[in-house]
């Protein structure tokens, strides 16, 4: 195995380089494409069979992955597209977010984020395939899972079952795509590169609550899909009933033992989730690398001809697109490319290596019915053998503890626990899913100024100019309405807005006893979520929210109340929409009971008391995060800016930062609350921290079915500190930062932070304690030609600096917390920097020449390093 071809060409920033350089990129490609002949293209015939897609004739085995266009910007769409090609992925696959298209009704939007045909045309150019999801429910951790809110407001209107309204709406909708589509030709019967259309989504888990009218409206929308004759197949994932020829699909983190509802129907999936999303105070889920491709080669051991990775790319959701509630703005997904663009090592290198192997068996696997031999009583083999000769084989060990050695064909093979080799030639392992050969890279966030004064001596040493706008604490002009009780939070806003304030007024006698320090008056409040700030006469009480698990929170906190008249202002807030759900569009929000207790009278219940509504702030209502270039009076210039205050906008006008890193937004120092730059949306903030009580996870074993909360980090940590600012949204200068912070932090050390790979580590070990690295011999050792070999790289236009740790012997721990083991080879840093130092790469050979192969015979050797890149 050539442990440096899962490195990327690409391992250099000029993929995401400045704007200028993607603009160039960009304009050629897309320039390419209106010069070539799309008429004079060939069409593609799109069928399938049992075994696979068939194109044109020719069966295909096909590795996909999800990058959804709104989740990063335009100018990172051709340098996503082209690394996941080199990643050895063959489809990009992709939802339709039909409430960024439509945001009133026949209102379409198809621009900027949205340009989902220019988006379809960098893949065509790319000489890529698409599948489509088109849904148009997609839930995807997207707000309200796609849907347009205002369509829940169409009289008569309910969500995913026969519902003539909903019906209606959706097949417009749907048709609207597919005409588009067509009319850029974009099908694969047309010459395109779709070859697949996705409608509805994972609607089987819900359609029995739906009762006779789930039933009906599954069968009607693969009729209605069907009817639109787009000359490709159709799919619905994780729908048991999906009637021919549209093709049910899998959705989960192993899909080896799905089987399609009827056996004239490829065995195809739609998710595997190499990775989970977060949510605002939860910690941060990772899935190793191993088990990914545990799960992928399991898969087409099993017959699997099509799979799609979910997330390849998560990217961000940026604005109020998150789905919630409570998700976060990053969609990193712990996918193989990173939420900034930057390939994730090892997981990126080491699929790339999983899909080379299993595209050289491609003829053999779909050629040919698999022979199962059983090696064990976890241990199993498939065949793939045909009379021409071609022959490759799977071994899988799916024991989750112990390695073990099996006997295929006369030939011993190790076969380390939770893990499959793959032989495409039936003899010679090319790939063993839990043998990761590929480095990792140490990824940081470098801090650097608003106002970078280090890049440039000449420019004046002076702050930032910041402005504010000080928000009111409750009800600003003219208030929308008053009314007895409670009205639903989400019914009231239409998602308009976030925030919805909640005010009435109570009088309090002089006489109470706290106000004369003896008791205290408190306010206890319950919600159906989300997030609630409370104010008693403009001053900031307290804030409470739900968790990751539940919306609904209820609370009690001590407020200061005056003689006479008060004032209880609530700031309610939505902080996403419910994705997904038997009914989830009839999930309400808001406050449902507020009482004032310590009166000498008892419980004040404010529940039914006469409310004062008013939606929005009045800052969304200016407009102000697009004020930028106005000469605004709505701004106060200030020489500092007000720290820890409430319901403040501030504005600064700051530098683009030097270089070409990808850049994020340092929030650690503020509250909560949403910031744009020129008038675009970087999305809400929160640096909500998770509970230290919780557990995490040092170092992750990959063996054993994984799970979101297996190997989560970050406790005690903000769930997301880092908010993505793509580069492209910079100018040379003049750049507009604009604020909104709800309950006050300190913006005089908001931060950028440039993502930069500053290090790399590698670890190699042998099999056996009696491994003769002189001698190679023995099919089970991958490396039969060449010594085994570590590689190491750093990114272009960067050198290893330093050697943080380096040990062949019997380190442990994992990369940034290698330790020495009681067998170590004592040369080992002199050598490493011997042949690492001032090189931008350098490959260690694990041979008697470069260590000392006597030293511990009794022990599996091994070799970590760990470098500095700079
Ligand atoms: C485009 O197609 C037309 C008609 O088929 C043909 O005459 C022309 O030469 C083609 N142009 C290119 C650039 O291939
Ligand atoms: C969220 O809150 C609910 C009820 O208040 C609790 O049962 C659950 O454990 C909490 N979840 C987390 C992740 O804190
Ligand atoms: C929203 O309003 C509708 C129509 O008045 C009502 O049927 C529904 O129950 C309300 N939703 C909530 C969550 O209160
Ligand atoms: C690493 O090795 C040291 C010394 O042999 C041992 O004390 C320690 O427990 C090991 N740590 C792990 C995580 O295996
Ligand atoms: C990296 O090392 C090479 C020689 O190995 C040298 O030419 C180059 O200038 C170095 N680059 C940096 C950034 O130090």
Redesign the pocket.
Known sequence: MNTMSCLSSNFKFVFLASTVIWMTVMSSSLAAVDASNVTTIGTDSVTYDRRSLIINGQRKLLISASIHYPRSVPAMWPGLVRLAKEGGVDVIETYVFWNGHEPSPGNYYFGGRFDLVKFCKIIQQAGMYMILRIGPFVAAEWNFGGLPVWLHYVPGTTFRTDSEPFKYHMQKFMTYTVNLMKRERLFASQGGPIILSQVENEYGYYENAYGEGGKRYALWAAKMALSQNTGVPWIMCQQYDAPDPVIDTCNSFYCDQFKPISPNKPKIWTENWPGWFKTFG?RDPHRPAEDVAYSVARFFQKGGSVQNYYMYHGGTNFGRTAGGPFITTSYDYDAPIDEYGLPRFPKWGHLKELHKVIKSCEHALLNNDPTLLSLGPLQEADVYEDASGACAAFLANMDDKNDKVVQFRHVSYHLPAWSVSILPDCKNVAFNTAKVGCQTSIVNMAPIDLHPTASSPKRDIKSLQWEVFKETAGVWGVADFTKNGFVDHINTTKDATDYLWYTTSIFVHAEEDFLRNRGTAMLFVESKGHAMHVFINKKLQASASG????PQFKFGTPIALKAGKNEIALLSMTVGLQTAGAFYEWIGAGPTSVKVAGFKTGTMDLTASAWTYKIGLQGEHLRIQKSYNLKSKIWAPTSQPPKQQPLTWYKAVVDAPPGNEPVALDMIHMGKGMAWLNGQEIGRYWPRRT?KYENCVTQCDYRGKFNPDKCVTGCGQPTQRWYHVPRSWFKPSGNVLIIFEEIGGDPSQIRFSMRKVSGACGHLSVDHPSFDVENLQGSEIENDKNRPTLSLKCPTNTNISSVKFASFGNPNGTCGSYMLGDCHDQNSAALVEKVCLNQNECALEMSSANFNMQLCPSTVKKLAVEVNCS
């Open positions: 939860a968790n990751g698990t539940v509970s």
